[in-house]
T-cell receptor, first 109, second 113 residues
Framework: EAGVTQSPTHLIKTRGQQATLRCSPISGHTSVYWYQQALGLGLQFLLWYDEGEERNRGNFPPRFSGRQFPNYSSELNVNALELEDSALYLC????????FGPGTRLLVL | TQLLEQSPQFLSIQEGENLTVYCNSSSVFSSLQWYRQEPGEGPVLLVTVVTGGEVKKLKRLTFQFGDARKDSSLHITAAQPGDTGLYLCAGAVGSSNTGKLIFGQGTTLQVKP
């Protein structure tokens, strides 16, 4: 059974651009969680989607947004990129326990 | 605001030594999970504990959930270089099935041969 997959593995953008990150959960899982892991800050909860709806969001500005598709895959969009958005973005899929994908490393120059 | 205080932040030991990592909070969690993360990769789940006082063993790793479900510990016996990595504790908020996770700051473990 395939685990959580994320794409792309690496993404390089410049300030002010937009980034789109993608995640496919484990088959049968309906919830998707997004986390940001910036250097020295640990994992910070970003967004939680379940059954196509945004259920909760962390303490991040509105330029961090996303959506969940009918097949439960998800997109994270970051608008107006800032240098401090450089981080590893992790997606987790849950049934009763959260399983993480390998992450997308975003570098903003 | 729920916080998970994890200690120590860094640990460098020799192969064969024992160590304990602690995770403490003033909040009660419905479950607590331990992850191990390699550089540039996502965290890999080691164990989930859900019952106060629960003890789980995974080979040389022993995990304990506090009676009040506010704290947890990870004990590694006879550490090996392969145990090197970032260890993260995470507490589940909300229902035990779909609560979001609050992460500790992590413990970077280096085991020298």
């Amino acid at each position: 059974e395939a685990g959580v997959t994320q794409s792309p593995t690496h993404l390089i953008k410049t300030r002010g651009q937009q980034a789109t990150l993608r995640c496919s959960p484990i088959s049968g899982h309906t919830s998707v969680y997004w986390y940001q892991q910036a250097l020295g800050l640990g994992l910070q909860f970003l967004l939680w989607y379940d059954e196509g709806e945004e259920r909760n969001r962390g303490n991040f500005p509105p330029r961090f947004s996303g959506r969940q598709f009918p097949n439960y895959s998800s997109e994270l969009n970051v608008n107006a990129l800032e240098l401090e958005d450089s981080a590893l973005y992790l997606c987790a899929s849950s049934w009763e326990t959260q399983y993480f994908g390998p992450g997308t490393r975003l570098l903003v120059l | 605001t729920q916080l998970l205080e994890q200690s120590p932040q860094f640990l460098s030991i020799q192969e064969g030594e024992n160590l304990t990592v602690y995770c403490n909070s003033s909040s009660v969690f419905s479950s607590l999970q331990w992850y191990r993360q390699e550089p540039g990769e996502g965290p890999v789940l080691l164990v989930t504990v859900v019952t106060g006082g629960e003890v789980k063993k995974l080979k040389r790793l022993t995990f304990q959930f506090g009676d009040a479900r506010k704290d947890s510990s990870l004990h590694i016996t006879a550490a090996q270089p392969g145990d090197t990595g970032l260890y993260l504790c995470a507490g589940a908020v909300g229902s035990s099935n779909t609560g979001k996770l609050i992460f500790g700051q992590g413990t970077t473990l280096q085991v020298k041969p």
